[in-house]
């Protein structure tokens, strides 16, 4: 089959095209022939983890080590990217009982990646559905990331109807989905990103847009329940005038400094810090279909770009030239 592949650490040039043999199917797993996928945070991310210093992660130390062994020091161990996909299950093991072949699924593979390639194998429990009817393959196969990481994060933050959010990083897979969700829990959302994705952010239903570069959100007087930061770029030092008496300030990317922050506040204050990782549910992805098929949650994509071209659709995201998702396509 047909497959992007990466034998070393670097720019978009190591994604090469290649035949590689199709993937085993075991008794518990679908063979899903991959219709599309698309490129997020995590691909860029490992494709260059080698190159990658330890500032430029926005995890801790500890997490920087096991993330580097996980991924392989000097070269990748896992050789295809993608993380999520949508596409047809093609045949299912012995065991396999709620899939069948002609099923159309969407699903997030997490740091096993695989999708940029012609088939992949999934457990039937991990996290696959059927996907939402009325979506086509590319608007799925940007789903599941940002609905798996979305849906979770605003669990753990504990968002409720009628309060005030604000999303640093709406522009993003995680946060472009929080904005979705969040108004459909019924809260007023403020989301916070670059000036050309600002309407990008309105269209997906934020009440309020701020720029980045422009405004600084912590100076602004105003407050909320809940304030999500993506990429952890603010902190709570700064960001704790801008929370209301019970908020929450809920960090997807975090440093040591911010679990001191996190075990303090549980401690001796009002105000709580939660650094996170999302976790992985299947639930979650039964959550935005049903929302997507409601007419609830939509996904917009900005470029499309066939197999062969993996590499160009890295170079659109690195070179900031989208203001949606970027799906490669297979078919
Ligand atoms: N906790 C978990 O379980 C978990 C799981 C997965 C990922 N993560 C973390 O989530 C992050 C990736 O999120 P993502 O996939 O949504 O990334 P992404 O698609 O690259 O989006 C990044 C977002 O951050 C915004 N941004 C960039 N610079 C900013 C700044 N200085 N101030 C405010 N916003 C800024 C971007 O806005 P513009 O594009 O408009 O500039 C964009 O909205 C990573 O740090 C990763 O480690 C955490």
Redesign the pocket.
């Known amino acids: 089959m047909k497959a992007i592949v990466f034998t070393e650490y670097g720019s978009p040039d190591v994604l090469k095209l290649k035949e590689i043999s199709k993937p085993n199917l075991k008794e518990n797993e679908i063979l899903v022939r991959v219709r599309a996928t698309s490129v997020?945070?995590?691909d860029l991310i490992a494709r260059k983890f080698g190159h990658l210093t330890f500032t430029e992660f926005?995890?801790p130390a500890f997490l920087y080590l096991v993330s580097r062994l996980a991924f392989g020091w000097n070269k990748p161990k896992i050789n295809v990217l993608g993380s999520e996909l949508a596409g047809d299950v093609e045949a299912v093991g012995r065991l396999v009982t709620k899939f069948k072949p002609g099923d159309a699924v969407f699903a997030y593979l997490g740091m096993n990646m695989g999708a940029n390639a012609e088939y992949v194998c999934l457990p039937e429990n991990g996290s696959v559905a059927i996907k939402p009817a009325n979506m086509s393959y590319d608007e799925a196969a940007a789903l599941p990331y940002g609905a798996i990481?979305a849906v979770s994060l605003l669990q753990k933050g504990k968002l409720k109807s009628g309060q005030k959010i604000l999303i640093?990083?709406?522009?993003?897979?995680?946060?472009a989905m929080a904005v979705q969700i969040a108004k459909t829990i019924g809260a007023e959302v403020t989301g916070?990103?670059?000036a050309p994705?600002l309407e990008y952010v309105k269209s997906l239903g934020a009440d309020k847009v701020i720029d980045?570069s422009h405004e600084d959100f912590t100076k602004n007087g105003k407050t909320y329940d809940l304030i999500l930061d993506?990429?952890?770029?603010s902190s709570f030092a700064r960001c704790k005038n801008s929370l209301n008496p019970d908020g929450i300030y809920l960090l997807?990317?975090f440093k040591s400094r911010a679990l001191f922050d996190m075990v303090w506040t549980a401690l001796f204050s009002r105000k709580k810090v939660i650094c996170?990782?999302?976790d992985e549910k299947v639930d979650s992805l039964l959550l935005v279909k049903e929302l997507a098929e409601a007419g609830k949650v939509k996904v917009l994509i900005d470029k499309r770009f066939p197999l062969e071209q993996a590499a160009e659709a890295h170079r659109c995201i690195e070179k900031?030239q989208n203001q949606g998702n970027v799906i490669i396509t297979n078919g």
């Open positions: 997020n945070y995590g926005n995890m990481m640093n990083g709406a522009s993003g897979g995680i946060g916070v990103c670059s994705r980045y993506v990429l952890g770029r997807a990317s996170t990782m999302a900031r």
